[in-house]
């Protein structure tokens, strides 16, 4: 099936906000199947979205829309596909009950635009918006799907996955197509393209590769195509495994699994906890682990140590080290993940300082310098890593690498 | 002028390159007063990127294209171009030495496919790609003007910055695109909408408005467009000033400023400094104000307070308030961040504490259920929220909120 995505409204055009919604929504449409033959981005105007309706209908069997559905006057996506429907808008009860609640729980008063926002062309499925108050909108005319979305991205994530990607599975042709994605840590990609040259070179016709870089995670995504799925299924295993064999040290995980995931089920599974220390990372690692969900039975809390002062007074660095050997240093981070792990009472700890930039660096000591540590209560490791001059990057960068040491430090531990 | 924007490249299409050059050259294009009409992704394929010309040269002046262009077989932007512009490849020297000078300089051996990148189709202008191997191109036909440009973000900026924004500064009509933006907090879009709908019926003609909401903030952005500069200045100007006096307690910050950076500014120019305490945001409003390049000249450190005993030992929350009245309570968060600004001997300090959710509320304390303190020497602020079910959105919301109440009180102290 080939799909085109739409996405509509002037922020795009003006350059104000970043198109993260189409490459999301084409990642999960290409996983079942499903080819995007292009993103067009329109402004707020009737005629524009008729325009590329028009277009996209020649092409495609299958046209999903973000955008222009929110409760203000530029919104104008439901009344534009009204009237490209040829249709009217109606109250719906239950959506406007749904907004009710909404409203209610937010301690807020239902006022005009509300109520309007449960107004939906009377020809379409009705999408519910569990987390938010514009519906989605499916219509079916000629063979052809058209899928309205709102622009948030939480919200069309989550009308994508519990609503439209299960209803187009049902929809899709009999060629099976299976991922399997393995996640690496430790290497750039160059150099493990490099080294899985021949690997690759010996793959069955029916399994293509992928590289999905971001920083500090090297993602393989391996897709079978055809008819045959047990066959498929076999043959990805195998390539997996023969994976397993060859970089065995930089995979970290599977498929959509984060590695603050992974760390979370493993000290679930080992009744163990954790606390963080973090210099250059400024509290990010403590964010990824307390993003999951759960993530309070384990995770007792950190201490973002950004001063020294902090790094002595609460953690209990010695001044000495830090003299000596400066705070980025092999002294003061595992002085750092020691210090958390004792006055914290847990069973890990994790702990970085370094430069993350663009400014702050030295000859010795340059941008993108990091020491990470982490210990248990029988051992503590810490390596160097020298990453870029982005600071955004170099944060995201160490604090993925943290939490594989911090993997790999678990997985040694007895249990 | 108008102008649409091409990027081209399977890897967008699949969803494994999020398209952030459009974004970019939108801006920048807006700045000297180019509108975008609309951004469309299309595949690494002959048919495609002529079909996209065709259409693209039907409706604007100006078309962009980026991507392409690489030294792989897949990359066939130049040829199809030549074929577009019936013209034949050439070997221009000036590109091939430059590519020599730049191969030589990474220690590399020139190949084959580094000398095909020096052949240009022989009516275009070449533009020079200082940091890269493969030129841009300029083409001019029947009025219209058609510029080819690498897909690499590097290559592509410095190019527009050095080349190409320059030369159309020269051509552009004397239509004048004028934008604020007006950064609110704390009211959702439909309240503000209502709230708004009067001064927004009396905009003059000339300014349209806009609302882009993201979790947290409404930012509303003011777009003037005319013939005098100077006007639609004056205009924008006496709308902001109108808006000031409307909503003054929701105004936090105009244009692409981030309150983690106006908070940065405010304790620079203060001379002050701050830390913060962690429960539900769980790190995400350390890892906030430390993605600010500089952050380390007023923000010591925090403790991220996930676990009671946490609450208790490190911040010296009374076991008292944590058992009479919960760890969701304006007790608790008011001693959280009185705690923390003791412990770590700061000017100002913020904490958190709530249900973040999915799960974990009660009747009582329903998940979104949120506290937030701010303290000075002087003053302890707390106020209560109610938030939705998300939990990525609630520690976003709880962080943005607190982050503006923060502000708020640094505002009130007496420099």
């Known amino acids: 099936m080939k799909a085109e995505i739409i996405t509509i409204g002037d922020e795009i055009l003006i350059g104000q906000t970043i198109d993260t919604n189409s490459a999301w929504i084409a990642n999960q449409l290409n996983l079942i199947g499903i080819d995007i033959t292009k993103i067009t981005s329109i402004s ?47 109250q719906n009860t239950e959506v406007l009950h749904h907004i009710e609640q909404f409203v209610i729980k937010r301690k807020a008063l239902m006022n005009e635009r509300n109520i309007r926002q449960a107004d939906v062309p009377e020809n379409c499925t009705i999408i519910h918006n ?92 391996l897709t079978a195509k055809g008819e045959n799925k047990a066959q498929l299924e076999e043959l990805i295993d195998q390539e997996t495994k023969k994976l397993e064999k060859i970089i065995p040290q930089l995979i970290c995980g599977y498929d ?103 400014t702050g660096g030295t000859e010795d000591k340059p941008v993108g310098l990091t020491w990470i540590a982490v210990c248990s209560a029988s051992q503590v490791i810490s390596r160097k890593f020298v990453f870029g001059d982005h600071r955004g990057r170099n944060i995201q960068r160490a604090s993925v690498t943290a939490l594989n040491m911090l993997r790999k430090l678990i997985l040694d531990q007895e249990m």
Not at 50 to 77: C, E, F, S
Not at 164 to 180: A, G, T, Y
Not at 267 to 292: D, M, P, Q
């Open 44 to 90: 707020d105007k009737k005629e524009e979205i008729i325009k590329a309706l028009n277009n996209a209908k020649q092409i495609v069997d299958l046209v999903l829309i973000t955008g222009g559905l929110g409760p203000t006057d530029d919104d104008i996506t439901k009344k534009t596909l009204a009237e490209y429907f040829n249709t009217k808008l109606v």
């Open 256 to 358: 959509a699994e984060k590695l603050e995931e992974i760390i979370g089920n493993l000290l679930k599974e080992r009744k163990e906890n954790l606390s963080t220390a973090e210099s250059c990372t400024g509290g990010n690692i403590a964010h990824l682990i307390t993003s999951v969900p759960g993530s309070s039975d384990y995770f007792l809390g950190g201490t973002v140590a950004y001063d020294n002062s902090i790094k002595q007074n609460i953690l209990r660095v010695t001044k000495s080290n830090i003299d000596n050997y400066g705070a980025v240093s092999k002294h003061v981070v595992e002085e750092m993940a020691v210090g958390v792990r004792e006055l914290f009472k847990t069973d890990y700890a994790v702990a970085t300082s370094g430069i993350a930039g663009p």
């Open 130 to 221: 569990e987390i938010g108050t514009a519906p989605g909108m499916w219509f079916n005319q000629h063979g052809k799907t058209i899928i309205s979305m709102p622009g948030v991205p939480f919200e069309m994530k989550r009308m994508m996955e519990n609503s439209i990607i299960p209803e187009l599975e049902k929809k899709r042709d009999s060629v099976h197509i299976i991922h399997k994605v393995i996640l690496t840590q430790g290497w750039p990609e160059s150099k493990l393209a490099e080294y899985l040259e021949e690997w690759e070179g010996q793959l069955p016709k029916v399994i293509s590769l992928a590289y999905l870089p971001s920083p500090g995670i090297i993602k393989l995504r």
